[in-house]
């Protein structure tokens, strides 16, 4: 049987609140956060909470590789 610290994996959640009025902000946000160096157990899940920005996330979110969505 696995010990259970064999099994679980670490996941850290970063929330980024959202109003952007110039394009470019978050995606510069989320090349910092794909930019950390993690440990191998370690995962990412980021939480995007958009407060009827401007400038949509979604035309930001579409120039991101479909691996990092």
């Not at 980021?46 to 979110?61: C, F, N, R, T």
């Given at each position: 049987m696995a010990k259970r610290?064999?099994?679980?994996?670490r996941l850290i959640a970063v929330v980024i609140p959202y109003y952007?009025?110039?394009a470019g902000i978050l995606a510069r946000a989320?090349?910092?956060?794909?930019?950390q160096?993690?440990?191998?157990d370690?995962?990412?899940?980021?939480?995007i909470v958009d407060d009827?920005?401007?400038?949509?996330?979604?035309?930001?979110?579409?120039d991101c590789a479909p691996a990092d969505r």
């Amino acid at each position: 049987m696995a010990k259970r610290s064999d099994t679980l994996h670490r996941l850290i959640a970063v929330v980024i609140p959202y109003y952007q009025v110039e394009a470019g902000i978050l995606a510069r946000a989320l090349e910092g956060v794909a930019a950390q160096n993690l440990a191998p157990d370690q995962a990412v899940r980021v939480y995007i909470v958009d407060d009827a920005s401007p400038h949509p996330a979604e035309d930001e979110l579409t120039d991101c590789a479909p691996a990092d969505r």
